[in-house]
């Protein structure tokens, strides 16, 4: 099978070849492949980060695309357009600067900026106040010498031409399983939740809106993302239930109708959102089951208790494991196998993304073993 071949299997409830290899390497990893400065990927798109990220699942031979995202200023089903745009407030002696959003038509800054250095992806929602600048910048310049590309839909259509049979490509579904983002956030809710409680109701509605736009699109996306990372950080179990439950219970409900895989990857604690996805929607996919300390997973148990009914993707720790030795990756790797593939519906992944100084050859051994002790 290809490595479109065999996922589409999976997340239809089938069983491969063998089981997909699929390490996340959203980032860093394909950053650090390009050689160059990280600016230039994440500001100057020489290249984007889609076009490094497609490069180095072809380079590795994973089984790719769950994480493949970011499709230009253009809105891949909607075509909204973002009207944000960044501008450099601050240069620095090492070549590093920091940006700030700036809504030109209403001539609004954005409460957080971005801090943009060679060797790692931008550290973003930094308050300006943290690094010593005005919340309101004194001056600033646009941005110059990015690269052309396209945008929005015709991008997406690009990515997948380009991803081929090298895996599947996904779009964004409207739902999330997060809607509290952090302590503002969580105040907010406890000082008045009825906002929020509107804000979960008209959720469903944009869900359904948007689900009748991707029923329309030709082609159509392999899967549909309904994520949320960290779910579990920033909200109860019942904080999730009350406010973003509804909208996606109804995004896995219209994509099953459509015949559409939808894929969650939430970071974190995570066992009682499996157990919540499994038992009460329609959902295909759930990454990336962290084991202690970040995560609270067992990969043995989940696909004991839920294995049936949805497909698990996990979950080698990123440091203790992909950052050690080869002979502990290609262990682990047999061990998750071991404990999760019997009958289908189980991709081999990491506990979230891989750090950028992850050995070529620890990702090398891992699609290997997949390869080979992964068959059925």
Avoid at 14 to 29: A, K, L
Avoid at 47 to 59: D, V
Avoid at 183 to 210: G, K, L, Q, T
Avoid at 327 to 335: D, H, I, P
């Amino acid at each position: 099978m290809t490595s479109r071949e065999r996922l589409l299997a999976v997340m239809r409830g089938e069983v491969p070849d063998c089981v997909p290899c699929c390490p996340d390497i959203s980032n860093m990893v394909p950053c650090r492949l390009t050689g160059k400065p990280f600016w230039d990927i994440y500001v100057y798109q020489d290249p984007p980060l889609w076009k490094a990220h497609l490069e180095a699942i072809k380079h590795f031979d994973i089984d790719g695309g769950f994480e493949l995202y970011g499709f230009g200023s253009v809105d891949v089903v909607d075509g909204r357009t973002w009207d944000w745009q960044p501008r450099i407030v601050q240069r620095r002696p090492d070549g590093s600067f920091v940006t700030q959003d700036y809504h030109a038509e209403t001539g609004a800054w954005s409460r957080h900026i971005m801090v943009h250095t060679a060797d790692n992806p931008p550290a973003t929602d930094v308050l300006p106040e943290k690094i010593g600048l005005p919340a309101v910048p004194t001056e600033w310049e646009e941005i110059t010498g990015v690269k052309q590309w396209p945008s929005g839909f015709e991008l997406w259509k690009q990515v997948r031409e380009e991803l081929s049979d090298h895996g599947v490509l996904g779009v964004y579904s409207g739902a999330t399983t997060c809607m509290l983002n952090g302590p503002d956030d969580i105040y907010s809710y406890y000082d008045d939740p009825e906002p929020w409680r509107e804000r979960a109701r008209e959720a469903v509605h944009r869900v359904e809106a948007r689900l009748e736009r991707i029923a329309r699109m030709d082609p159509r996306p392999d899967f549909l993302f309904c994520g949320g990372s960290g779910s579990l950080v920033w909200q109860t179990p019942a904080m999730f239930r009350e406010l973003a439950l509804p909208a996606f219970i109804r995004a896995t409900e219209l994509a099953y109708d459509l015949g559409i895989p939808t894929h969650v990857h939430s970071c974190g604690p995570e066992t009682a959102l499996v157990g919540i996805a499994a038992e009460e929607t329609k959902l295909t996919v759930i990454d990336p089951l962290e084991v202690p300390p970040m995560g609270d997973c067992n990969l043995a148990e989940l696909k004991q208790r839920y294995g049936s009914k949805i497909v698990l993707k996990g979950n080698l720790h990123t440091t203790e494991i992909m950052l050690g030795p080869v002979e502990g990756v290609v262990a682990a790797s047999k061990r998750a196998i071991d404990d999760a593939a019997a009958g289908g519906r189980f991709i081999l992944s990491t506990g979230d993304q891989c750090g950028r100084d992850t050995p070529d050859e620890n990702l090398f051994s891992m699609v290997e073993t997949a390869r080979t002790y992964g068959r059925y």
